[in-house]
């Protein structure tokens, strides 16, 4: 009985715990990491270039897809993922 008392909390937690992790979001840019967080050294004429069209031609070139969020950048392990191109 006192063993059951204690393994209820434990379930309850650990349950909470993966809804949580479920639930979990990042809001943020795929780029690329030539580029990184900003697309203006691809400027020219002091024209922005769009930056879905400037990724997408550093991806082609040989850079990797990238997320970035909040200043933090994090590479992305499957670069063939057909997304990347969708949501660059």
């Known amino acids: 009985m006192i063993k059951n008392l204690f393994l209820w909390p434990l379930t309850v937690l650990v349950s909470v715990s993966c809804a949580a992790a479920a639930g979990t979001t990042w809001t943020g840019q795929i780029t690329d990491n030539m580029c990184d ?32 969020t909040k200043g933090n950048v994090y590479e992305i392990a499957n670069q063939d993922l057909p997304a990347l191109k969708t949501f660059a």
């Open 37 to 68: 967080k900003d697309h203006s050294m691809m400027a020219s004429g002091g024209k922005q270039p769009d930056p879905k069209e400037c990724t997408l031609a550093c991806v082609k070139g040989g850079g990797k897809v990238v997320f970035v």
